[in-house]
């Protein structure tokens, strides 16, 4: 079965500083992950994926992700925050070439960015 | 623009009574989701199609029913039986997997609530 874990409901970061928010994954075979933000009252917006290939994956608003394939982990980074940055985020993973199976989500963590 | 558009976007049910809550996309694409979200819980997985007139239970789908009458629209009816409907309902679809695929695009989410 997949499973996704964030272990921080919530990260708290001043304005300007790096920012990390951790996210590790169990899934059979190789993992496609994702993660998403999604801003109050609204659906939930694509950042990022890994599949295959270099394990930093650049993506949307200058967020960037780190996969590590020993450590299980997908972790969510950027290097310096901004207040807009908070929101809730969400990482997901399904099984590589499972089709259009199900993504499975952990419970989210709420990032917030202070002035 | 292509998206996927849920309505309403508000929805008030009485005890006893059965609503549906809207889902459309434009994308063409084939497979669809629905998941409820709760305050600390995440995403969890009602129900989901990955083609027409096919439809798949998810993790919780006691209370809940989906029709796939056309690859445009997955309405989701909250049937009485559901006891506890309170929450915020995500309509998602994907492409298949490949280097276009970005995961679901989702739509703006329907607030359902118990009067």
Not at chain 2, 88 to 94: G, M, N, R, V
Request: charge should be positive; proline fraction near 6%; include cysteine.
């Amino acid at each position: 079965a997949q499973s996704v874990a964030q272990p921080e409901d919530q990260v708290n970061v001043a304005e300007g500083n790096p920012l990390t928010v951790k996210c590790t994954y169990s899934v059979s075979g190789n993992p496609y992950l994702f993660w998403y933000v999604q801003y109050p009252n609204r659906g939930l917006q694509f950042l990022l994926k890994y599949i295959t290939g270099d394990n930093l994956v650049k993506g949307s608003y200058g967020f960037e992700a780190e996969f590590n394939k020993s450590q299980t982990s997908f972790h969510l980074k950027k290097p310096s925050a901004l207040v807009s940055d908070s929101a809730l985020y969400f990482c997901a993973v399904r099984a590589l070439n499972s089709g259009n199976t199900p993504l499975v989500f952990g419970k989210g963590t709420r990032l917030s960015v202070i002035a | 623009d292509g998206g996927i558009t849920q309505s309403p976007k508000y929805l008030f049910r009485k005890e006893g009574q059965n609503v549906t809550l809207s889902c459309e996309q434009n994308l063409n694409h084939d497979a669809m989701y629905w998941y409820r979200q709760d305050p600390g819980q995440g995403l969890r997985l009602i129900y989901y199609s990955q083609i027409v007139n096919d439809f798949q239970k998810g993790d919780i789908a006691e209370g809940y029913s989906v029709s796939r009458e056309k690859k445009e629209s997955f309405p989701l009816t909250v049937t009485s039986a559901q006891k506890n409907p309170t929450a915020f309902y995500l309509c998602a679809s994907t492409p298949p997997t490949g280097p276009g695929d970005y995961g679901y695009t989702f739509g703006s989410g329907t607030r359902l609530t118990v009067v």
